[in-house]
């Protein structure tokens, strides 16, 4: 089952895709935008990212910050984050597989995938929001950021 509305993030430690180390309370402090998707280089993540990416402005005008996480491999994201320019941390969930994702309680066992979701933090890394599909190839629908972050 999912973190819900109000519980706290759990502690975790993952590389991103520039080879540094993130840990949970490296977030404290900032509200956050912990971002899981189950894809790189998929049609509907490819589509996520680069909305995220077009409204990264958005984001850090509501002082939040945005993190991806995925299960596959840090050269992975590195490469995807590469080409499509992006210049948030994408952190690896790859080893053990898909732990974080479980912590978090979005990891689908039977896929082996983080399911979307996106759970939104305050500076206490509590959670104040979650936007997210509930089917593996159907993208969160944007117009819930746009509600959340004013974007026009």
Known sequence: MSLKIGDKIPDFLLVN??????????????????????FPFSSVCDKEICELRDNIDSFKSA?????????????????????????????????????????????????????????????????TEIINSDQIGVERDFEDYREKFSIS
């Open 63 to 127: 002082e939040t910050d945005t993190v991806m996480i995925t299960v596959s491999a840090r050269p992975t994201n590195e490469a995807w984050a590469n080409h499509h320019g992006v210049d948030f941390p994408i952190l690896a969930d790859f080893w053990p597989h898909g732990e974080v994702s479980k912590q978090f309680g979005c990891f689908d066992d039977v896929a082996g995938i983080s399911l979307r979701y996106t759970y939104i933090t305050d500076e206490n890394n509590v959670i």
């Open 17 to 38: 895709h520039d080879k540094e180390t993130l840990k949970s309370e490296d977030f404290l402090g900032s509200k956050t935008m912990f971002v899981f998707m189950p």
